[in-house]
Antibody, heavy 115, light 105 residues
């Protein structure tokens, strides 16, 4: 059974930093494409970032502030977030990527940016 | 990275069919997701028409020009949810639609 477990969500002040983690189990993770998708409270889904064996891409809304990385030995995906804004408040989902679709989702971790 | 356009609401009675549109898709990598309150989204359709294992064949996808569609046939109470479309926008970038809340009357 594929499981993705996010952690690291917290309350942080505007301008602050936070690092999210996602541990993946139940599939061959090494080099496989992964994504972060977020959902602001009561709002729709927003793709945030993609990583695979040769590239990392970002939505315009987070480019230059967020960095996605991975540790294949630990079966883990990370999202380092800097210069956080109120509008970054959301549940952040770790998501696998297959056939250009998001097939497995974690339960999400809540990031709240507020003073 | 312009968002895709979906109608905010759709509805149908049990047993009926409902179609939800998604305008602005520029690739054939279109997928659809179902989200119940408090839950993570679930993949229902990928590559416009393909169903993952375990998704009922009541769910089907299509595309004409830049508009993709999700059709739910034989509506059931458990189909009541928010449905999102997404499409590749090129260069490993994705955009989502705003979501359609499907109500089963």
């Amino acid at each position: 059974e594929v499981q993705l477990v996010e952690s690291g969500g917290a309350l942080v002040q505007p301008g602050g930093s936070l690092k999210l983690s996602c541990v993946i189990s139940g599939l061959t993770f090494s080099g496989g494409p992964m994504n972060w998708v977020r959902q602001a409270p009561g709002k729709g889904l927003e793709w945030v970032s993609h990583i695979d064996s040769s590239r990392t891409t970002y939505a315009d809304s987070v480019k230059g502030r967020f960095t996605t990385s991975r540790d294949t030995a630990r079966n883990s995906l990370y999202l380092q977030m800097h210069s956080l804004r109120v509008e970054d408040t959301a549940v952040y989902y770790c998501v696998t990527d297959n056939h250009w679709a998001f097939d497995y989702w974690g339960q999400g971790t809540l990031v709240t940016v507020s003073s | 990275q312009s968002a895709l356009t979906q109608p905010p609401f759709a509805s149908g009675s049990p047993g009926q069919s409902v179609t939800i549109s998604c305008t602005g898709t520029t690739s054939n990598h279109v997928s659809w997701y179902q989200q119940h309150p408090g839950e993570a989204p679930k993949l229902m359709i990928f590559d416009v028409t393909e169903r993952p294992s375990g998704v009922p064949d009541r769910f089907s996808g299509s595309k004409s020009g830049s508009t993709a569609s999700l059709t739910v046939s034989g509506l059931q109470a458990e189909d009541e949810a928010i449905y999102y479309c997404t499409s590749s926008a090129g260069d490993f970038i994705w955009v989502f639609g705003g979501g359609t809340k499907l109500t089963v009357l």
